[in-house]
């Protein structure tokens, strides 16, 4: 069984840049869940898609967008991009109301 | 809103220790999940224990035990047997049971950094 993966590891980008980021979700999982966690803070809930809609949304503007597909995998996507966007984010994978499984993150850099 | 408010920015054991981290919450909901996760310095979110509201008994996972004081609405964890791999940011989560529609999402609070010495 495979765990929740995130790409890339790591990003540098500069300010009004667009940023894409991907999660595959567990085996089984149907449901993706993502979190901005910056510097010293908790993570902090951006999203959740369930069986390809959103099902849910934290309180970010809408230059942070998401996609689920058929195969549950995800992307975040945040336009614009600033100098506090710069974070750690986390996706995590259930199975509708189980458990969430984090992935090892993207860490994004906004110069 | 729901808050979960950790008021231990560092704690520090001795190995073979016992050491316990507090947490409170907020919410106006009666049924929801409390949960510990643990985050080394690898950045992976792992899930130590979880609790559920409806359950009196506290839960308990090997070394790791919870306090839930539902009144109250604390949840403590406590490490017994300290290791030097406990050494990691704690974080204390909350969250709703899943419906469609509401999102089933974590609200965390701003961790713990646990310290584990020799």
């Known amino acids: 069984e495979t765990g929740v993966t995130q790409s890339p590891t790591h990003l540098i980008k500069t300010r009004g840049q667009q940023v894409t980021l991907r999660c595959s979700s567990q085996?089984?999982?149907?449901?993706v869940s993502w979190y901005q966690q910056a510097l010293g803070q908790g993570p902090q809930f951006i999203f959740q898609y369930y069986r390809e809609e959103e099902n849910g949304r934290g309180n970010f503007p809408p230059r942070f967008s998401g996609l689920q597909f058929p195969n549950y995998s995800s992307e975040l996507n945040v336009n614009a991009l600033e100098l506090d966007d710069s974070a750690l984010y986390l996706c995590?994978?259930?199975?509708?109301?189980?458990?969430?499984?984090f992935g090892p993150g993207t860490r994004l850099t906004v110069l | 809103a729901q808050t979960v408010t950790q008021s231990q920015p560092e704690m520090s054991v001795q190995e073979a220790e016992t050491v316990t981290l507090s947490c409170t919450y907020d919410t106006s909901e009666s049924d929801y999940y409390l949960f510990w996760y643990k985050q080394p310095p690898s950045r992976q979110m792992i899930l130590v224990i979880r609790?559920?509201?409806?359950?009196?008994q506290n839960a308990t996972e090997n070394r790791f035990s919870v306090n839930f004081q539902k009144a109250a609405k604390s949840f403590s964890l406590k490490i017994s047997d300290s290791q030097l791999g406990d050494a990691a940011m704690y974080f204390c989560?909350?969250?709703?049971?899943?419906?469609?529609?509401?999102?089933?999402?974590?609200?965390f609070g701003t961790g713990t950094r646990l310290q584990v010495t020799l």
């Open positions: 995590a994978s259930s199975e509708a109301g189980n458990e969430q499984f």
């Open positions: 085996s089984g999982h149907n449901t």
């Open positions: 609790q559920e509201a409806y359950k009196q």
């Open positions: 989560a909350y969250r709703i049971p899943f419906t469609v529609g509401t999102a089933s999402k974590l609200t």
